[in-house]
């Protein structure tokens, strides 16, 4: 299976940025977590990161045909305004999860509201980085 992560804006700083929201491990050792269990799952993940809105929308359109047979996407703060973004998700026919390291229901007001997890199949917050690895899992299983 061909999996797609997106991140989205800061989580390029992971480790650097509010340790007490995201912990302490930083991108690299998401990205070598991540690349460990496509070594497992015997499936290849691509993971992408940008801070630029327009960089997320033209990746995940790239993904309409170049394969990608999943999509786990953590849009960071464009989770809760980006309506491009959701319906450039909404636009595709490929399974996608919305992950969220922090429990977006126990933080700010804004944070609780997600435009893009209705044009999911499954929303991950909470879970720390092993969030990733449940999304991965439910997508190798769909």
Excluded: W
């Excluded at 269990?37 to 790239?62: L, P, T, Y």
């Excluded at 909404?90 to 999860?97: C, D, E, Q």
């Amino acid at each position: 299976m061909n999996i797609l992560v997106i991140n989205g804006p800061n989580l390029n700083f992971l480790g650097i940025r509010e340790k007490s929201v995201y912990g302490t491990q930083d991108y690299n050792y998401l990205l070598n977590m991540i690349a460990q269990k496509g070594e497992q799952e015997d499936c290849r993940i691509e993971v992408f990161q940008s801070n630029h809105e327009g960089a997320i929308i033209d990746r995940i359109q790239d993904a309409y045909s170049d394969g990608t047979e999943g999509i786990v996407i953590n849009p960071g703060a464009y989770t809760h305004y980006s309506y491009a973004i959701r319906d450039a998700l909404a636009s595709i026919a490929l399974p996608k999860v919305e992950i969220h390291i922090s429990d977006i229901t126990k933080r700010e007001e804004f944070r609780k509201i997600s435009v893009t997890a209705e044009v999911c199949d499954k929303q991950i917050y909470g879970q720390g980085l092993d969030g990733y690895l449940q999304a991965i899992d439910f997508l190798l299983k769909k």
